[in-house]
């Protein structure tokens, strides 16, 4: 049951280029889209988010993408840096009032830049 | 800035043991998670946890599975009989609630895992 898909399970990309890690998922009841980064030995770190109600949502160097009709969202890094490689881990959930909300993971999508 | 802290960071145990993973969740959050990664695997998602009850669980979270919070700081995850298919990283994690401010949810803040390995 795999609700959150990321189907690269690598991306190689220049310093100084854009890297775009892609993410699609099959619940339309998704309202909260997550971008996490995980280094080796450590534990995913947030790094952006987006509401189903916004489309684009930026911080930095980092660029959310939502298209909820495609059920497709991106992630933009703009320049990307070395010590941006690690794994990207696409995640979603949705709303179930005050109770803990289960985050859907996809399998992620192994980063390098090439300085 | 607050952080969520896992012991052990390496756990080797025999096949048919129980094991008990610790976390310390950030403080000020009220919902808190257990996740596994197999070696290889997606993140997959065992239980959430808020007002000292279990909220949602999944498949994989079954009778040799439970949570407990024994105090206002602790959060753990127990495996009663290890089974060789439990070895994986398990990830606490904690989050301000279902709902912040403004009705988007707060995301995940993770530990950085124990890794479990059954033998």
């Known amino acids: 049951d795999q609700q959150v898909k990321q189907n690269s399970p690598s991306l190689s990309v220049q310093e100084g280029r854009i890297s775009i890690l892609n993410c699609d998922y099959t619940?339309?009841?998704?309202?909260?889209f997550l971008w996490y980064k995980k280094y080796p030995a450590e534990g995913p770190t947030f790094l952006i988010s987006?509401?189903?109600?916004?489309d684009k949502n930026e911080d930095g160097r980092f660029t959310v993408f939502l298209n909820k009709s495609a059920k497709h969202l991106s992630l933009h890094i703009v320049p990307s840096q070395p010590g941006d490689s690690a794994v990207y881990f696409c995640?979603?959930?949705f709303g179930s009032g005050d109770a803990g909300n289960q985050f859907y993971f996809g399998t992620g999508t192994s980063l390098t830049v090439i300085p | 800035e607050p952080e969520v802290t896992q012991t052990p960071s390496h756990q080797v145990t025999q096949m048919g043991q129980e094991v008990i993973l610790r976390c310390v969740p950030i403080?000020?959050?009220?919902?808190f998670y257990w996740y596994r990664q197999i070696l290889g695997q997606k993140v997959e998602f065992l239980v959430s946890?808020?007002?000292?009850?279990?909220?949602?669980k999944s498949e994989i979270f079954d009778d040799q599975f439970s949570v407990e919070r024994p105090d206002g700081s602790n959060f753990t995850l127990k495996i009663r009989s290890t089974k060789l298919e439990d070895s994986a990283m398990y990830f606490c994690?904690?989050?301000?609630?279902?709902?912040?401010?403004?009705?988007?949810?707060?995301?995940?803040?993770f530990g950085n895992g124990t890794r479990l390995t059954v033998t």
């Open positions: 403080s000020n959050h009220l919902y």
């Open positions: 619940n339309s009841m998704f309202d909260y």
């Open positions: 994690a904690s989050s301000r609630g279902g709902r912040a401010i403004g009705g988007y949810n707060s995301p995940l803040h």
């Open positions: 987006i509401s189903s109600i916004k």
């Open positions: 946890f808020y007002n000292n009850e279990i909220s949602e």
């Open positions: 995640a979603a959930t």
